[in-house]
């Protein structure tokens, strides 16, 4: 593809998605189980007009969506990496997900995937440290971040009490939708945060407020690896 023609789409691919709903789902009380998947297509696939990776994971997600126990699936591509994608989703509980996982729709998905990733599927479950209960209303230009924190072993009650600081200060921000925390099951000193935004401004802004850089310094001495943070938009 010629660089002109790849600035073009990219930039017909921001505004498309960008206007996209995404939906949140309150999450359920109790045995409730979320996941957050981060999916690594071949680059080339990712880059033509008619990705493949996206279709696929938008029938997943359309199909999921439908499935008895399903509180929230949601396909996420992000910006300025169109061949990298993430699903969040929550489950009312074990049973429910049991049953998604041995899903028709499931199956076809990971068969047709299978061809089109650069890597595996890399799968984290995680329990709600912080999370708002109710959903939001999705709008057009709406800015999500995913970002996957390790700290050290010793550290890892002092991120959760950085991070609920952290929590408590974004969501007073202008333009905050909100601002969720998960903790990996199997690693809970690795955490999953997932902010949604009006636009990209006022996350920009967000980026650049005093206590946004106050946390980050706080949170470097306990760091067990680099702030893995990625920008996204809804799929259509």
């Given amino acids: 593809m ?3 023609c790849a600035l073009m789409f990219g930039m017909a691919l921001f505004v498309a998605l960008s206007a996209s709903p995404l939906a949140f789902a309150a999450p359920a009380e109790g045995d409730a189980v979320f996941m957050t998947t981060y999916v690594e297509a071949l680059p080339f696939d990712a ?3 008619q990705s493949g990776a996206a279709l696929a994971l938008e029938r997943y997600r359309d199909a999921s969506r439908k499935e008895a126990g399903n509180l929230r699936f949601d ?3 992000e910006l300025g990496r169109p061949n990298r994608f993430a699903i969040l989703e929550a489950w009312r509980d074990a049973a429910g997900f049991d049953a998604h996982d041995k ?3 499931t199956v076809k998905y990971r068969q047709a995937m299978d061809a089109m990733l650069s890597a595996p599927q890399d799968v984290r479950t995680t329990a709600a440290l912080f999370a708002d209960p109710a959903p939001h209303e999705s709008r057009p230009g709406v800015i999500y971040v995913v970002t996957h924190i390790d700290v050290t072993g010793d550290h890892k009650d002092d991120c959760v009490a950085l991070l609920r600081s952290m929590r408590e200060d974004t969501i007073e921000e202008t ?3 909100r601002y969720d ?5 199997n690693r809970p000193n690795h955490f999953t945060v997932v902010e949604a935004w009006a636009n990209r401004k006022v996350q920009a802004d967000h980026e650049a407020a005093s206590h946004t850089r106050s946390f980050r310094r706080q949170l470097l001495p306990m760091a067990g690896a680099l702030y893995d943070e990625r920008i996204y938009v809804a799929l259509p």
């Fill in 175 to 177: 333009g905050n939708l």
């Fill in 103 to 105: 899903n028709d729709s």
């Fill in 2 to 4: 010629r660089p002109f």
């Fill in 181 to 185: 925390v998960f903790q990996q099951k």
């Fill in 47 to 49: 880059l033509s007009a």
């Fill in 75 to 77: 396909a996420l591509i």
